[in-house]
């Protein structure tokens, strides 16, 4: 049963996973493969909660196999239970010292929880066992900044042009020669090897921007239905695209003693997606938007704060008064975040158009992970933005101001204080100076942010697109084309 278990998790059949599992389990409850197997499953059904807590319950049981202390530890990475997991992964690293994917993950987790040093010799330690380990390189590369005396771009290329190119692999190489030369100041090779680097995986996700616009479209219809929802005003919900500046928002009010951020959560729209039970195989989808029209919005507000104060109390113990869920995604559930929690805050991160698209263009994104798909494409990024754009301004105009704010990111930069106290005050807190101090906020970070939001405030990356000269053209074209003012 266990390893049929392991054969349907394999083939993406989490479901089957889940059942095989629970036949294991119960023919032998110590066996902690099955556990952990079982905790996979339930981590890839999106059940967060319970797929923690079997981790849990089966780490507690002192598991000496490498492969399950790997598998665990993954479920408790991806559950935010970041220094946990590096517990875990360091055993497996220790038990096992050649497998470079355990060494990789450790890593992964060491920088999740700011131990950036640490981070770096396990990463050094994967690519030592396997020197063509692209996520190992690629992680190096963004922790350490490249010199013409001290980079591995030979490496890389030679890894790049490789006989048999996989996608995902190039895409990691090539981001890590683009940030190569970014890190000495030749911009314009840097977004020639991001164009090379998404290449594949442009032609594998056949993207057409028409499906995010019926999206976005969709969305915006959510919030015309009046409806009773959960008065809780402790949610606070940071919006907007992804690689602009929602982390350093995050941290900033996080810092707060009366506030905890529970990270990236998928669980608004998840609830919405069960609630509705549209038999769509996508979570955000038009068909689930317009099933949302007549959801019982009570029922889901209060469903999601009980599901967001768990996760806040998973990776910062409980306390605080206000959770934060800075998942930018739910730009597009604005509208039924107001229905379901009409004392919640929104806040909104901007940033300049070319900067945002660019941001979104620039950033290795997870692989498997549809909702990006326009990020492989320069004119592809600024056609979303300009969606992106049109939706802001519909919350703008249709969500009460004093519970939907717009938040610029060059502002915040220029303004830290100001800023923080207008936004404190926005949420109904008073100001607190550690929210100034956010770079020695020691919480775990998970995105891709967990390394520049540990040093104090920078100004470098405004206006960053002026670098890139005549390349970024398709960009700035398309975002003309859609009537955004782009310069």
């Known amino acids: 049963m266990f390893l049929l278990a392991l054969i349907a998790a394999d083939h993406r059949n989490p479901a089957k996973a889940l059942e095989l599992a629970d036949r294991a389990v119960a023919i032998d409850g110590e066996h902690l493969g099955a556990r952990a197997q079982r905790a996979r499953a339930l981590l890839a059904l999106h059940r967060q909660a319970e797929a923690r807590t ?15 202390l790997d598998t665990l530890g993954v479920v408790l990475s991806r559950t935010g239970a970041y220094h946990a997991a590096v517990a875990l992964f360091g055993k497996a690293a220790a038990r096992r010292p050649d497998q470079a994917d355990w060494q990789y993950n ?66 990691h190489l090539g981001h890590a020669l683009a940030k190569s030369f970014e890190d000495m100041g030749d911009y314009p090779a840097a ?37 009773r929802g959960w008065d809780d005003p402790a949610p606070i ?62 029922t889901l507000g209060r469903t999601y704060v009980q599901s967001a104060r768990a996760a806040a109390e998973n990776r910062a113990g409980e306390g605080a008064a206000r959770v934060i869920d800075k998942m930018p995604l739910n730009v597009l559930n604005a509208g039924l975040i107001h229905r ?15 900067d945002s698209a660019l941001s979104n263009f620039r950033q290795l994104f997870a692989t498997d ?21 049109r939706l802001v301004a519909h919350w ?18 220029a303004d830290l204080e100001g800023q923080t106290r207008r936004l404190l005050d926005f949420v109904g807190l008073p100001f607190d100076p550690a929210c100034l101090s956010f770079h020695e906020n020691r919480a775990a970070v998970s995105t891709a942010s967990s390394a520049q939001v ?34």
């Open 396 to 413: 703008r105009d249709s969500l009460p101001s004093d519970r939907f704010v717009e938040v610029a990111y060059e502002d915040l930069v």
């Open 54 to 68: 079997e981790a849990e319950t089966a780490a507690a049981r002192d598991p000496r196999d490498g492969h399950v």
């Open 454 to 487: 540990r040093s104090p405030l920078y100004s470098t990356s405004i206006g960053r697109w002026k670098r890139y000269g005549d390349g970024l053209k398709p960009l700035i074209d398309a975002l003309n084309d859609e009537g955004v003012i782009a310069t």
């Open 340 to 354: 379901a929690l009409p004392n919640a805050r929104i806040l909104c991160l901007r940033r300049h158009p070319v």
């Open 106 to 171: 450790l890593g992964a987790a060491l920088q999740f929880t700011g131990d950036l040093e640490g981070a770096r010799r396990a990463y050094e330690a994967a690519v030592a066992v396997a020197p063509d380990h692209h996520r190992a390189l690629s992680s190096l590369v963004a922790l350490n900044r490249q010199t013409p005396a001290d980079n591995r771009i030979a490496e890389l290329e030679a890894l790049f042009d490789d006989a048999d190119p996989d996608p995902a692999r190039q895409q």
């Open 237 to 298: 919900f940071i919006i907007g695209l992804p690689r602009t500046g929602t982390t350093l928002l995050d941290r900033v009010l996080s810092s707060h003693p009366n506030v905890v951020s529970a990270g990236e959560l998928g669980d608004f729209s998840l609830l919405v997606k069960r609630m509705t039970g549209t038999p769509s195989p996508m979570v955000l989808d038009v068909q689930t938007f317009e099933a949302a029209k007549n959801l019982d919005c009570e």
């Open 369 to 389: 992970f549809p909702y990006y798909d326009y990020a492989f494409d320069l004119a592809d990024a600024g056609r979303y933005y300009a969606l992106f754009d």
């Open 191 to 227: 977004l020639a090897w991001l164009i090379r680097a998404k290449a594949g995986r442009r032609r594998a996700a056949r993207y057409a921007i028409e499906r995010d616009r019926a999206l976005f479209e969709a969305a915006a219809r959510t919030d015309a239905p009046a409806s």
